[in-house]
T-cell receptor, first 113, second 112 residues
Framework: AQSVTQPDIHITVSEGASLELRCNYS??????LFWYVQSPGQGLQLLLK??????LVQGIKGFEAEFKRSQSSFNLRKPSVHWSDAAEYFC???????????FGAGTRLTVKP | DTEVTQTPKHLVMGMTNKKSLKCEQH?????MYWYKQKAKKPPELMFV???????INESVPSRFSPECPNSSLLNLHLHALQPEDSALYLC???????????FGSGTQLSVL
């Protein structure tokens, strides 16, 4: 069965600094990979997704992620973090349909002024 | 309209009450989902409707009863809930089952 590991429960970065959130997955076939962001008490918003093709994926709000099959990773990056980026970030892996989608435990991002 | 609308936003109910959560989308999506999310945990899939038919039930207790009256609406009927059912209940939709999910803001449910 597929699974997702987000090794970092909580990360704190200074505003303007770069960010990398880690995600490792386990999936028997070609995975569909997603990053979602959730503000407190809100639903999830899709930042970006990878299905196939170029392994460097651009998303909304200046985020990007790189799929590395050899490392089973799909890390999320942003060159310069803004205070509004403080939120919970979830990596998810799925198959051909969303019935199989599984979310990682999440990484909480705190942004220092 | 790219929204998934959930009502109510907050709900407090006793263990003997019957209540319903509602979800609506007007994007023409043909797959709709209920997720349960406990505090500081990831969302967990409960139900999936694909083309108005229940296609998966992740072994959810019968005190949760989903209903999909039409392609735009999804309900979750609640009866005889337990305090451990207190959570954020998220509705999501996708154009078809294998495309990206659009989430609503959720209903924060407290069972007393």
């Amino acid at each position: 069965a597929q699974s997702v590991t987000q090794p970092d429960i909580h990360i704190t970065v200074s505003e303007g600094a770069s960010l990398e959130l880690r995600c490792n997955y386990s999936y028997g076939a070609t995975p569909y990979l997603f990053w979602y962001v959730q503000s407190p008490g809100q639903g999830l918003q899709l930042l970006l997704k990878y299905f196939s093709g170029d392994t460097l994926v651009q998303g909304i709000k200046g985020f990007e992620a790189e799929f590395k099959r050899s490392q089973s990773s799909f890390n999320l990056r942003k060159p310069s973090v803004h205070w509004s980026d403080a939120a919970e970030y979830f990596c998810a892996v799925g198959g051909y349909n969303n019935n199989d989608m599984r979310f990682g435990a999440g990484t909480r991002l705190t942004v220092k002024p | 309209d790219t929204e998934v609308t959930q009502t109510p936003k907050h709900l407090v109910m006793g263990m003997t009450n019957k209540k319903s959560l509602k979800c609506e989308q007007h994007m023409g999506h043909r797959a709709m989902y209920w997720y349960k999310q406990k505090a500081k945990k990831p969302p967990e899939l409960m139900f999936v409707y694909s083309y108005e038919k229940l296609s998966i039930n992740e072994s959810v207790p019968s005190r949760f009863s989903p209903e999909c009256p039409n392609s735009s609406l999804l309900n979750l009927h609640l009866h005889a809930l337990q305090p451990e059912d207190s959570a954020l209940y998220l509705c999501a939709s996708s154009r078809v089952p294998n495309e990206k999910l659009f989430f609503g803001s959720g209903t924060q449910l407290s069972v007393l």
